[in-house]
């Protein structure tokens, strides 16, 4: 995606009224009317684009694997549990492997613009994100990993099925928890390290964050993604 400057503009004005505290909605609506922003932008600003102190104190909480552009620490597998947001994680990858807007928000944390909660069309993808996810699982993330998936999804127990058959083959624990909505057992897990990009989640938890569609689209495709704190 081309950062044009019009867009550049539109998130120094977005940025400087999020500081000013005024409603994210009524500024997103004002400043994608006052620059004619498109779908993609429209949706980078608001998943994107947070103040800087909590930009900040996000970037404090990253865990970051073999990444020599972060200045974050870099660790070990390790023995507490990561848990995991499957589909929030799937859906950024996959959005990667379909062509869609990826981007390191300026909170230090990978998000994409496709909008997508659906799984139509997307299933192809998101099973090879998954794939991807299980096959780096043992050598880089935890001794003891946490899946935890929406049950509405179409492909909640396909996905299920593919994650216990390959458990068969790691030495890690692997747990798999289904919830209607897992997003408030995410937020109030009390022990090992979130993947998520859910700034709701990531806000309400005093866990460390590992960002694992960064890593992964970084090792597989040595992705160059754009960076909204560079702009």
């Not at 609506?29 to 779908?39: C, D, F, I, K, P």
């Not at 597998?77 to 996959?94: C, W, Y």
């Not at 998520?196 to 993604?225: C, H, M, N, Q, W």
Request: proline fraction near 4%.
């Amino acid at each position: 995606m081309q950062i044009t400057d019009n867009f550049r503009q539109a998130m120094q004005d977005y940025i400087f009224l999020l500081e000013k505290k005024y409603p994210e909605k009524t500024i997103l609506n004002l400043v994608s009317t006052r620059y004619a922003l498109n779908h993609f932008e429209r949706s980078i600003l608001y998943r994107g684009i947070t103040t800087h102190k909590t930009a900040e104190e996000r970037k404090k909480r990253l865990l970051v694997l073999n990444n020599s552009d972060q200045k974050q620490e870099t660790r070990n597998p390790e023995p507490f549990p990561l848990q995991i947001d499957l589909f929030n994680v799937l859906f950024t990858i996959a959005a990667y492997l379909r062509g869609f807007p990826v981007y390191l928000s300026n909170d230090g944390i990978v998000r994409d613009a496709s909008e997508s909660h659906d799984c139509t069309g997307w299933a192809e993808h998101l099973e090879k994100a998954l794939h991807m996810v299980l096959q780096d699982l043992e050598k880089n993330y935890s001794s003891r990993t946490i899946f935890y998936i929406d049950s509405p999804m179409p492909l909640c127990s396909h996905f299920e099925e593919i994650i216990i058959e390959a458990a068969k083959n790691l030495k890690s624990l692997i747990e798999i928890i289904r919830d209607e909505s897992p997003d408030h057992l995410l937020r109030n897990a009390t022990e090992g390290i979130l993947a998520t990009s859910d700034s709701t989640i990531i806000d309400k938890s005093l866990l460390r964050v590992f960002d694992i569609p960064r890593y992964l689209l970084e090792k597989r495709f040595g992705a160059k993604l754009l960076r909204l704190d560079a702009i």
